[in-house]
């Protein structure tokens, strides 16, 4: 059944998608949408604020940092898009960042550096997210919400009790952005069946960190060719494709550009989702009762309200049903440290 959802016909819809990128001033929507990037500055933030400027369905790019975003965001306005860019900074004007945004996007807070797991982030990270995700559920209730800031499997919780005290929490608004994860897949994949990685379609469920990304090799699209111990190398590499970049960087961070393009993919998704004309299914680290952890990364279909349709667990071979008992319980541990900063 999922199989299905992964072949051809929505891979021709998810390029269609990107094309959205070169639509020219006379293809003009009607639905406009407002994203807010927290966290804009950052080395995330920036390519991620220029990708969505080149998209067209963004009419309203809001830009908040901590620090100064207004040269930056003058810089963008001399893009030749119909899109405004607004510009805040500082912990007081976050609120006038997330207010009336239709998507907010949250990548504030550290990254990783060598030798470091992506939890040990948590305790700088964890209040920034609280502070986004209330400020959403107060200012902005119906906007979607894209965490990418880490560790995504605790600080998703945080928001979601964020959120709660605050007064309005939409489980079906909530994401964290694990598609840098499917884009690797993809590309690794791709790469290795020597096909171009924008064929490839794979779920990746599960969380977004070592263990707990759990690649569905049983359901790529094309089906994949190569024998287990092919499979166990590139699983591998998905699942530490991160440290791949932190080592690489040497202490300038983690992952930066692509992630912007991985988050870029999913704001359009969401964006699309919004105007009631979702693509092919994405993954994302959402509220969900497919496995006993409470957050789990499964393939969504997206509509006016967030999560259309949730497709649970695609079909598992006996390997990724091993994979997946090690995921659930890191999960179900991260979530409760989650829920547990926030009592
Ligand atoms: N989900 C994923 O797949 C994925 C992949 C890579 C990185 N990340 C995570 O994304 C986050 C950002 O990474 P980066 O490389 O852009 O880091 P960065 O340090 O380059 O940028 C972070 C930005 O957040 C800003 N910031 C900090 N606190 C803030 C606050 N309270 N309000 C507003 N802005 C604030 C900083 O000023 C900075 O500009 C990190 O936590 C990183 O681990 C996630």
Redesign the pocket.
């Given at each position: 059944m999922l199989g299905k959802q992964f072949q051809s016909s929505a891979i021709s819809q998810c390029r269609v998608c990107w094309r959205l990128y070169q639509a020219t001033p006379g293809q003009m929507q009607t639905r406009q949408f407002r994203v807010a990037v927290?966290?804009a500055?950052?080395?995330?933030?920036q390519p991620l604020s220029l990708l969505l400027m080149a998209n067209k369905l963004v009419t309203e790019l809001v830009l908040?940092?901590?620090?100064a975003t207004k040269g930056f965001g003058q810089d963008l306005s001399h893009i030749d898009r119909a899109c405004q860019v607004k510009s805040f900074f500082g912990?007081d004007q976050?609120k006038s960042a997330i207010k009336g945004s239709d998507i907010v996007m949250i990548?504030?807070?550290?990254?990783?550096k060598p030798g470091q797991t992506?939890d040990f982030?948590f305790d700088t990270?964890a209040p920034?997210v609280a502070?986004?995700a209330g400020l959403v559920s107060q200012h902005a209730a119906h906007a979607m919400v894209g965490i990418?800031?880490?560790p995504?499997n605790a600080v998703v919780a945080v928001a979601a009790e964020a959120m709660k005290k605050a007064g309005y929490y939409d489980p079906d608004r909530l994401f964290?952005?694990?598609t840098?994860?499917v884009v690797r897949a993809e590309k690794f994949i791709g790469d290795h069946m020597s096909i171009h990685p924008g064929k490839v379609r794979i779920p990746v469920i599960g969380g977004?960190a070592g263990t707990t990304i759990v690649p569905i090799f049983s359901q790529c699209q094309p089906p994949f060719e190569g024998d287990e111990k092919c499979i166990a190398s590139i699983v591998k590499r998905i699942q530490t494709g991160?440290d791949e970049v932190v080592k690489a960087k040497a202490g300038q961070?983690?992952?930066?550009l692509s992630?912007a393009y991985?988050a870029a993919r999913f704001t359009n998704a969401l964006m699309l989702g919004l105007k009631g004309e979702p693509g092919p299914p994405e993954c994302a680290y959402v509220q969900s009762d497919a496995t006993e952890a409470p957050f789990f990364s499964t393939p969504l279909t997206l509509g006016p309200k967030g999560i259309e349709e949730n497709h649970g667990l695609p079909e598992l071979d006996e390997c990724e049903k091993e994979q997946l008992k090690v995921a659930v319980d890191a999960l179900k541990k991260s979530a409760a440290k989650g829920v547990k900063f926030m009592e």
């Open positions: 927290i966290g500055v950052g080395g995330i933030g908040h940092d901590l620090t912990e976050m990548t504030a807070g550290m990254p990783r992506r982030l990270n920034i502070k986004a990418i800031t880490n995504v964290g952005v694990t840098l994860d977004h991160g961070g983690s992952a930066t992630m991985a």
